[in-house]
Nanobody
Framework: QVQLVESGGGLVQAGGSLRLSCAAS????????MGWFRQAPGKEREFVSI????????SYADSVKGRFTISRDNAKNTVYLQMNSLKPEDTAVYYC??????????????????WGQGTQVTVSS
């Protein structure tokens, strides 16, 4: 079993930055594909970013490309999401997800068995 705990969310003004962390426990995630997803009120959970187990392949939703950066530190069993130039439309609960699945399947939230509890990100205009 893998337990995931997100942190780093909060309230920030448009144009600001936040760094989310997702700390894993229970077992090492070094072989796991890791994803970040978000869900705004009244909307479905949507893909934000994924990273492969080695950390040398990443992908982003078009809406965050060039502003967000995903990274991982397998020694710390932690994945990060650096969010810059935040916009009000980035407001959502952000979730990290983990599973041993092919990188190309990581865009689909239904593929993940392990999820964190989420952290709220609110961007004011």
């Amino acid at each position: 079993q893998v337990q995931l705990v997100e942190s780093g969310g909060g309230l920030v003004q448009a144009g600001g930055s936040l760094r989310l962390s997702c700390a894993a426990s229970g077992r090492t995630i070094s072989s796991f594909t890791m994803g970040w997803f978000r869900q705004a009120p009244g909307k479905e959970r949507e893909f934000v970013s994924i990273i492969n187990w080695r950390g040398d392949s990443t992908s982003y939703a078009d809406s965050v490309k060039g502003r967000f950066t995903i990274s991982r530190d397998n020694a710390k069993n932690t994945v990060y999401l650096q969010m810059n130039s935040l916009k009000p439309e980035d407001t959502a609960v952000y979730y990290c997800a983990a599973d041993q699945l092919p990188y190309w399947q990581g865009y689909d939230p239904r593929r993940y068995n392990y999820w964190g509890q989420g952290t709220q990100v609110t961007v004011s205009s």
